[in-house]
C-alpha cells in the first residue's frame, strides 16, 4: 500500500512538472508576441520618420530586443532547470521500475515450487544476484531444541556455520526479536575470512511475527562495496517472501512424507491375510 | 525484431535479465543454461546479441565465447558477459578472449538496457 502511495505521488508529480511546462510554454509565446508586435510598430513608424527620429526609435527598438533577449536567456535557464528535474525524476521512476520488476521476478520464483531444497536454491540465487552478498548462510528454526540450524550457505560450507541458540549473539537475537540488524561499519569485507557469529547483516524470516530462520550476511561482492537504502527495503520485502516460501514448501513435504506413511499403512491393512 | 541469447546457469537470473530485455521494443529473448546448450541454439538460430555469465556447469562463459569467436558463421554476434567475478583481471581476461562487454552482478537494469540498447543499433 505504502509502495502504491509512494508511486501516485511520483505520477502526481510529473504531471505537475508538465502543467507547469505548458503554462511556462504559454507564458513564453505571450510575451514573444507581444514583443514582436512592438517590433513592428516601431518599423513601421521607423520607415515614417525623420534622421533624429529614427535614431530614437533605433534605439528604442534595440532596447527591446535587449529586453527579449534577456527574457529569453531567462525562460531557457529555467526550461533547463525543469529539464534537469525532469531526468532526475525520470531516473528515479525508471529505477524504482526496475526494483519492482526485480521483486516480482523474485517473489515469482520464490512461489513457483513446493520442493523445500528448490526453495533454498531460489533464495541464495536471489541473495546473490540481487543482493550482491559473497559469503552468506540460511538458518532455519528448531522449535524443540530452540536453536537455529544452518540449512544452506554460500562462501562457505553448511558445516563450518555453527548452530545458534537462540537470543545468543547477533544472530540468536534477531530471531529472538523478530529485528533486522545491520551493522554500522560495513566497510569491504570481502577477502576477509568472516566470524560466523557476527554477520554484518542479518534479517529474519518472519511470517507474521513468528521468526522461522534468519539470513546472514558476512560479506559482500567487491564490486558491490556497500548496502544501499533501496537494498535494506528490498531486502526486508524478499525475506518475507522467502519465509513464507520456505515454510509452505516444508509443511508440504511433511505432509507428502505423511500421506506416504498412512497409504503404505493402508495398503498393508488391505492386503488380504496369507493362510 | 533483436533475438536476444541469454545464457545463464540460475533460472531467476535467466528470467531477471529475460523481463529487462523484453522491454527493447519486439525483442525476443532465447534461454540457454549453460555453454553447451547456447552453442546448440547458435547452430540453428540466428542471435543479434549473446548475453553469457562466467560461472556455469557443463561449458563455463569464457569457454563460450572463444568458442563463438572461432565460428565463422556467427564469430561477430556482440557478447556481453554477466558475472559476480569482480576482479579486474577476470574482466581483462573475459575481454582478451573477445567479450565486446563486461557487467558485474547484482546488475543495473539501466546500465545493462543502455549497453544492450547501443549493441542492437
Known amino acids: 500500500m505504502e509502495r502504491e502511495a509512494g508511486i501516485l505521488k511520483k505520477a502526481e508529480e510529473f504531471l505537475q512538472i508538465f502543467k507547469k511546462g505548458e503554462e511556462f510554454t504559454k507564458d513564453l509565446i505571450k510575451e514573444n508576441e507581444r514583443l514582436r508586435f512592438r517590433i513592428a510598430q516601431l518599423e513601421e513608424a521607423i520607415q515614417n520618420a525623420g534622421n533624429e527620429e529614427k535614431i530614437l526609435l533605433y534605439e528604442e527598438r534595440i532596447k527591446l530586443l535587449d529586453q527579449e533577449i534577456s527574457s529569453l ?22 529505477t524504482e521500475n526496475n526494483n519492482l520488476a526485480n521483486l516480482y521476478v523474485a517473489s515469482y520464483q520464490l512461489h513457483s515450487t513446493l ?72 566497510g569491504d569485507k570481502s577477502g576477509q575470512s568472516p566470524d ?3 554477520p554484518f547483516v542479518c ?13 546472514s550476511i558476512y560479506s559482500l561482492f567487491v564490486q558491490k562495496g556497500v548496502f544501499s537504502n533501496i537494498d535494506y527495503e528490498l531486502f526486508n520485502l524478499l525475506a518475507g517472501h522467502a519465509a513464507t516460501a520456505i515454510f509452505s514448501s516444508r509443511l508440504y513435504t511433511q505432509s507428502e512424507r505423511k500421506l506416504t506413511t498412512i497409504q503404505s499403512f493402508l495398503d498393508l491393512l488391505k492386503e488380504k491375510p496369507k493362510r | 525484431m533483436p533475438n536476444i541469447l541469454v545464457v545463464e546457469d540460475s533460472p531467476t537470473m535467466r528470467q531477471l535479465i529475460g523481463f529487462a530485455i523484453k522491454r527493447i521494443p519486439d525483442a525476443k529473448v532465447t534461454e540457454a543454461s549453460d555453454g553447451v546448450d547456447a552453442l546448440k541454439k547458435l547452430s540453428t538460430q540466428k542471435f ?39 576482479a579486474e583481471e577476470d574482466k581483462k ?15 543495473q537494469t539501466q546500465e545493462l538496457m543502455k549497453l544492450v540498447t547501443s549493441f542492437l543499433s
Open chain 1, 115 to 186: 520442493d523445500s531444497n528448490e526453495v533454498l536454491r531460489i533464495v541464495m540465487e536471489i541473495i546473490i544476484n540481487l543482493i550482491g552478498a559473497e559469503k552468506f548462510a540460511i538458518f532455519l528454526m528448531d522449535e524443540k531444541a530452540n536453536e537455529l540450524v544452518p540449512v544452506a550457505a554460500e562462501g562457505l560450507t553448511v558445516g563450518e556455520v555453527p548452530k545458534i541458540k537462540l537470543a545468543e549473539g547477533i544472530i540468536g537475537v534477531v530471531a529472538k526479536d523478530g529485528e533486522s540488524y545491520f551493522a554500522e561499519d560495513m
Open chain 1, 203 to 215: 534479517i529474519p524470516l518472519k511470517i507474521k511475527e513468528h521468526v522461522i530462520g534468519v539470513i
Open chain 2, 93 to 107: 581476461k573475459a575481454l582478451a578472449i573477445g567479450a565486446n562487454a563486461y557487467l558485474t552482478k547484482p546488475i
Open chain 1, 196 to 198: 560466523l557469529r557476527k
Open chain 1, 73 to 94: 536567456t531567462e525562460r531557457y535557464r529555467k526550461v533547463e532547470e525543469e529539464n534537469k528535474d525532469f531526468a532526475s525524476k525520470y531516473l528515479e521512476v525508471e
Open chain 2, 48 to 86: 543479434d546479441i549473446i548475453l553469457a555469465d562466467i560461472n556455469m556447469p557443463i561449458m563455463d562463459g569464457l569457454k563460450l565465447v572463444s568458442l563463438v569467436r572461432s565460428n565463422p558463421s556467427y564469430k561477430g554476434v556482440p557478447i556481453i558477459m554477466i558475472t559476480t567475478e569482480g
